[in-house]
């Protein structure tokens, strides 16, 4: 650790850099156009086409089921991808890209491990059914003994 005049460097170091860094991200937050506007605005734009679907469902009740599943799909589609343009939405897919990477790192049983494990489980859920099974009978019979 370097030390001059009782001063230690390196913490005074980072901690300009760490000041500095917050002035940059201060102004950048102010250079950046207003994101909640916009957010804003694909929310409501969803919403409003909800309910515009809600109400076309019912002003064309009389249409073929399949025909109005099918606006449905198609709306719920576009609504969806509105709702990805905000940052919530920008988060999910974020997290959902991490996620299918995730999983794509998980090692799978084999098919016979799988079916070792299920036996197993079985075997166990009835040793714990005949367990719960015996504990009750003992205190029926406890109960009948204090009843007579």
Do not use: H, Y
Not at 118 to 146: E, H
């Amino acid at each position: 650790m370097l030390k001059l005049a009782g001063i230690n460097l390196p913490a005074l170091f980072l901690r300009k850099k760490l000041r500095s860094n917050m002035e940059l991200n201060t102004e950048n937050k102010k250079a950046l156009p207003n994101k909640s506007s916009s957010n804003t605005l694909f929310w409501i734009l969803a919403s409003v086409l909800l309910a515009l679907g809600i109400v076309l469902n019912l002003v064309f009740s009389n249409l073929a089921f399949a025909i109005r599943i099918a606006g449905w799909l198609i709306l719920s589609c576009v609504i969806v991808l509105l709702i990805f343009q905000t940052e919530q939405g920008k988060k999910v897919w974020s997290f959902t890209k991490g996620a299918r990477i995730e999983l794509r790192k998980v090692v799978w049983p084999t098919r016979q491990e799988a079916t070792q494990i299920t036996l197993l489980i079985a075997a166990l859920v009835v040793v714990v059914a005949l367990i719960l099974w015996g504990v009750d009978s003992i205190l029926m019979w406890a109960l009948s003994l204090l009843n007579r």
